[in-house]
T-cell receptor, first 116, second 112 residues
Framework: DAGVIQSPRHEVTEMGQEVTLRCKPI?????LFWYRQTMMRGLELLIY????????DSGMPEDRFSAKMPNASFSTLKIQPSEPRDSAVYFC??????????????FGPGTRLTVL | GNSVTQMEGPVTLSEEAFLTINCTYT??????LFWYVQYPGEGLQLLLK?????DKGSNKGFEATYRKETTSFHLEKGSVQVSDSAVYFC???????????FGDGTTLTVKP
C-alpha cells in the first residue's frame, strides 16, 4: 500500500487567499483525521471522520476552516481566507477498527503551509 | 476526559546512553497505549503499542510496559544511537473509540 497521501507537500500563499489541502487515506480505513502541528501548540486534532461522516470538529479553530470527505478515498481541508497564524504543518491520518482494538493511526507526510 | 502527560524535553544524550521518557495517562476506560516517533520532516509513525495491562511493546530496541497500577507507559532503550534523534509521542485510545489522545511530544537528541 502507498500509505496516506497528502498534497501539496508545501504551500506558500498570501494572506487572504484560499488554501485547499488534500488527503487520500489508506484503502479500507474507515477513520480519517486532520491534525495541525506548530512549535507553539504542538499536535492538535482539528476534525475526524468515520465512514465519511464528520464525528468531531471541535478542534477546528474558526469558521475559516472547513473539511469535507465526499468519499472513502478523498478528503479536503480548506482555509478561506488564510491568515499568517495558520502557518503550520497539516497532517492527515487514517485508521481502521477492523481486526481489533489497536486503532493505530497511519500518518501522511504532511503539508507545510506558509501564509505570508 | 482522557489525557496523556509526557516528560518535558528536550532530552540530550550521548550515544550508547540509557533512555527513559516518562508517560502517564488518565482514561475513563481500558485504553490501548502507543508510542509514535516523528523524524525531521516526516509524519508520525508507530513505534510500539500495548493493548492491556502488563503487556510489553517493543520495537527497534525500544520497550514500554503497560502499567495499569501506576497508569504509566514509560519508553526505554538501553543504548541510544544518533539515528534515534526524533520527537517521541505517547498516545492512548479507548478501545471502542476512533480517535487517539496524544501527549505533547518529547524531543530527543543523541550526540556522537
Amino acid at each position: 500500500d502507498a500509505g496516506v497521501i497528502q498534497s501539496p507537500r508545501h504551500e506558500v500563499t498570501e494572506m487572504g487567499q484560499e488554501v485547499t489541502l488534500r488527503c487520500k487515506p489508506i484503502s479500507g480505513h474507515d477513520y480519517l483525521f486532520w491534525y495541525r502541528q506548530t512549535m507553539m501548540r504542538g499536535l492538535e486534532l482539528l476534525i475526524y471522520f468515520n465512514n465519511n461522516v464528520p464525528i468531531d470538529d471541535s478542534g477546528m479553530p474558526e469558521d475559516r476552516f472547513s473539511a469535507k470527505m465526499p468519499n472513502a478515498s478523498f478528503s479536503t481541508l480548506k482555509i478561506q481566507p488564510s491568515e499568517p497564524r495558520d502557518s503550520a504543518v497539516y497532517f492527515c491520518a487514517s485508521s481502521s477498527l477492523a481486526g481489533g482494538p489497536y486503532n493505530e493511526q497511519f500518518f501522511g507526510p504532511g503539508t507545510r503551509l506558509t501564509v505570508l | 476526559g482522557n489525557s496523556v502527560t509526557q516528560m518535558e524535553g528536550p532530552v540530550t544524550l550521548s550515544e550508547e546512553a540509557f533512555l527513559t521518557i516518562n508517560c502517564t495517562y488518565t482514561a475513563t476506560g481500558y485504553p490501548s497505549l502507543f508510542w509514535y516517533v516523528q523524524y525531521p520532516g516526516e509524519g508520525l509513525q508507530l513505534l510500539l503499542k500495548a493493548t492491556k495491562a502488563d503487556d510489553k511493546g517493543s520495537n527497534k530496541g525500544f520497550e514500554a510496559t503497560y502499567r495499569k497500577e501506576t497508569t504509566s507507559f514509560h519508553l526505554e532503550k538501553g543504548s541510544v544511537q544518533v539515528s534515534d534523534s526524533a520527537v517521541y509521542f505517547c498516545a492512548l485510545i479507548d478501545t471502542n473509540a476512533g480517535k487517539s489522545t496524544f501527549g505533547d511530544g518529547t524531543t530527543l537528541t543523541v550526540k556522537p
